[in-house]
């Protein structure tokens, strides 16, 4: 952007703060790269959009979410993987419990705030809603879950005196957060939504609305906007294994627009993340559609126990980490009738036993898991 000013910092005695200028306002792309880029993304974001048309999305939107929540709980320093993220609590090892409940409760706000866009436009409201369904009954849940914060928080450092960023004081927020929404909503300036997007998470970020949980918050409301936009049908795109993978360029490219008011090179990141990110759902999807090829083929030579079979192979495309008690819900069948099943499912190379079920047996479906594993 021409003559792009990040803000200003204003001193609060013993610490200084940053208020981020207003992003409502007029804007131009002068980077010719970030032109390029922002067509390239477009395109191959319109690819991976393609599959919403011609594939059961909803099929495997769990897995996507799944992804999501466990990954950009990682950036914050979680441990939890994608097969624990489909175990019961009681599954899961007790060190872990607490890692467990906060990726649980990302996907239960992921799956609120789709819910919420059809009656709600992209708004301070439904950020409050994903804020206090992400923080109910986890670590920070006394911060305010659902409320912009009433006192100053900070990034990096154990106090303010050795921070490394200090957001605006509470004070600023509802100016800043009101800005923001004007921003996401307005229809009338010609500005590319992805560019938008970019800006908002910055913005976001930068403004650091809730005591806890921003981050958290902050990539999740890209895919949001994407679908409130009509830019994706469904929530498949996700940023933050991209985030993940490159997090120090990650926060050193947030960090460089306010240090040296450089935003075009946090869109190049940005965009790069969306080209990337959409090459790998698409090699995804195309991935899934061989192996649902592959695995109908095998469920034939099941005979008479293959009508299960396929009853169980759809769910685990839903769930892909499962016991013989849910497969014995699942065919209707008693729990040996189940294992029985597992067992025929395991020589198909279908399920494989995972080594880390604490008090049954759980089975995954290895195939599967590691097309979003790659």
Do not use: C
């Not at 991209?242 to 240090?259: A, G, I, Q, S």
Request: hydrophobic share 40%; aromatic share 10%; net charge neutral.
């Amino acid at each position: 952007m021409k003559d792009f000013q990040a803000g200003h910092y204003v001193n609060q005695g013993y610490y200084k703060a940053f208020i981020p200028k207003p992003i409502f306002t007029n804007w131009e792309i002068a980077d010719m790269e970030v032109i390029q880029l922002l067509s390239k993304a477009d395109r191959h974001l319109g690819r991976l959009d393609m599959y919403s048309a011609y594939v059961d999305i909803d099929l495997y939107i769990s897995m996507h979410i799944a992804k999501e929540a466990t990954q950009s709980s990682r950036i914050e320093g979680t441990q939890t993987n994608i097969e624990e993220a489909f175990m019961k609590k009681s599954d899961v090892s007790p060190g872990l419990k607490d890692d467990w409940e906060e990726v649980q409760n990302y996907i239960k706000a992921m799956n609120l705030a789709v819910d919420l866009l059809q009656e709600l436009p992209f708004s301070s409201r439904l950020i409050r809603e994903v804020h206090r369904t992400l923080m109910q009954g986890v670590r920070g849940s006394k911060k305010m879950p659902g409320t912009f914060r009433t006192s100053q928080n900070w990034i990096g450092g154990a106090t303010l005196d050795d921070a490394t960023f200090v957001p605006p004081p509470h004070t600023y927020i509802p100016e800043l957060m009101s800005d923001l929404e004007k921003f996401a909503n307005d229809e009338l300036a010609p500005i590319p939504d992805l560019i938008k997007i970019a800006l908002i998470h910055y913005q976001f970020e930068t403004i650091h609305p809730f005591l806890d949980g921003n981050g958290r918050v902050g990539r999740l409301l890209i895919t949001l906007y994407l679908v409130s936009k009509g830019i994706l049908h469904k929530p498949i795109l996700y940023l933050s294994d991209f985030f993940e993978r490159h997090r120090l360029l990650y926060y050193d490219n947030l960090t460089r627009v306010r240090t040296h008011n450089d935003i075009n090179q946090w869109y190049k990141f940005f965009l790069t993340g969306v080209i990337e990110t959409a090459k790998r759902g698409i090699k995804t999807f195309d991935g899934i559609l061989r192996l649902q090829r592959a695995m109908d083929e095998r469920l034939e030579s099941l005979g008479g126990r293959s009508k299960g079979a396929k009853q169980v192979l759809e769910q685990l495309f839903k769930r892909p980490v499962t016991d013989a008690d849910q497969i014995a819900e699942i065919i209707g069948k008693s729990k040996v009738s189940a294992y029985k099943l597992i067992s025929d499912l395991e020589e198909a190379g279908i399920l494989v036993q995972l080594p880390h079920g604490r008090r049954a047996k759980m089975y995954a479906f290895k195939a599967y898991l590691d097309l979003f594993n790659e």
